[in-house]
């Protein structure tokens, strides 16, 4: 399908005056994955009062929502597959919303828990198929435009969310953090349902049983293109993913600063990962995705170089020179991310889903184990962190270096 027959098809198919606002309901169903993640942060603190539990079981209620969100999300994309993509996000939400009303009421931190486990068991199906949406509907330039465009909007995500959690423990108890999640949900089964067309055609679909979706999934993991571009996109992100799953260690123990001070690490580093967003956006056609991805991987290994440089300084814990490292890693997945995605979404066209779903779950499972058996270990220095981090992103860069030298034609993806 080429892009004017795609553009053609959405018009049809959604009203004319919501056609414009596609790419913005794309983007907030794949924020509500990290949005979720760093929203109850800064009401880490009154959690632990209340509950009576120790540091550690508070950082269960990042691991046990990764961990769901990692185990579901190798279903997502092949049930989008064999059912259509706007089914899987509208049910998914839908659950999503039942999970935050659970956190809500929780009278046990048990209960929080499960609530947690509820809403990362379903967010899946909004982050990863709407990225699928993207490719259904646009190729080339167009489609990397797209895609740069929602990890713009995407990159806010996790900027905004400590912002947003702090700024409502200023009006109620922490309660009141995933009650809004509450609300999100909502306002997004209203927007999926009347701005986005089905971009997956019962023509296309594939059988919903068992066998096809694990022939399916054995079809991806088979590929070794897969596994070299999907492990650097993981591993890529998972070097920025540890200031983020340990940001309430970095920010409160190793900085010494507040609840309302999140934003310090956040604004900074995501923001780095917006511009290069920006970046990948206006660079399509001009710059080759491979080019484009060599040079952010390129500035993402600087980044960790900086940032160990940084933390074995005096220098370590002031501010900005503590969150330069952690910009910097941002910057470079920025500009690298949209066309990894675009580049593993192209290996098996009629697999998409299934495709997106296997990609996603190896970062999550990575991210999960980061956070709980990484993380605590490393980050009881800057310099630790900056390590680890800065390792991390090697390993991201070789995998990539290792696609490149196996597919050496500067169009070949597989």
């Not at 539990?53 to 990042?62: A, D, F, P, Y």
């Not at 185990?71 to 996000?89: C, K, Q, T, Y």
């Not at 500009?335 to 697999?351: E, G, K, N």
Request: charged share 10%.
């Amino acid at each position: 399908m080429d892009d004017m027959t795609a553009v053609q098809r959405v018009k049809e198919e959604s009203p004319p005056r919501f056609v414009a606002l596609i790419p913005l309901v794309l983007a907030m169903l794949s924020m509500i994955g990290p949005f979720s993640i760093d929203t109850p942060f800064p009401a880490f603190p009154d959690i632990r009062d209340e509950f009576d539990v120790s540091t550690g079981e508070l950082q269960l209620i990042v691991t046990a929502y990764m961990l769901a969100f990692a185990a579901m999300s190798i279903f997502h994309g092949p049930l989008s597959d064999s059912l259509g993509r706007r089914p899987v996000m509208l049910w998914s939400v839908a659950v999503f919303v039942a999970g935050s009303a659970m956190c809500t009421v929780a009278p046990s931190f048990e209960l929080l828990l499960l609530g947690r486990v509820v809403q990362g068991l379903s967010a899946g199906g909004a982050t990863i198929v709407s990225r699928t949406v993207i490719r259904d509907m646009f190729d080339g330039e167009q489609a990397q435009r797209l895609m740069s465009r929602v990890a713009l909007i995407f990159g806010v995500a996790p900027a905004v969310a400590p912002v947003v959690g702090g700024g409502l423990l200023q009006i109620g108890p922490w309660q009141l953090v995933f009650a809004f999640q509450v609300l999100l949900g909502l306002v997004l089964i209203a927007a999926t349902a009347v701005v986005l067309p089905e971009t997956h055609p019962v023509s296309a679909r594939v059988p919903l049983r068992v066998s096809e979706v694990v022939r399916g999934l054995v079809e991806v993991a088979r590929l070794s293109a897969f596994h070299r571009l999907a492990w650097a996109g993981a591993l890529g992100f998972g070097a920025q993913f540890l200031y983020i799953g340990g940001a309430a260690i970095f920010v409160v123990d190793l900085l010494g600063l507040g609840e309302l001070d999140f934003w310090k690490l956040f604004v900074p580093m995501i923001g780095s990962m917006m511009i290069g967003s920006l970046v990948s956006g206006r660079t399509a056609g001009l710059v080759t995705q491979r080019r484009l991805v060599s040079l952010g991987y390129t500035i993402t290994v600087l980044g960790g170089v900086i940032g160990v440089a940084i933390s074995a300084s005096p220098l370590a814990t002031d501010l900005p020179w503590a969150i330069v490292g952690p910009s910097l890693l941002g910057l470079g997945n920025g500009m690298a991310y949209p066309s990894i995605q675009l580049m593993t979404l192209d290996l098996v066209p009629t697999r998409r889903g299934a495709v997106m779903s296997c990609a996603s779950f190896l970062a999550l499972a990575f991210n999960a184990v980061a956070a709980v058996a990484l993380t605590p270990i490393v980050a009881t220095s800057m310099l630790g962190l900056a390590a680890a981090a800065l390792v991390v992103a090697g390993l991201g860069s070789l995998c990539w270096a290792r696609h490149c030298a196996a597919t050496p034609s500067e169009h070949a993806q597989a």
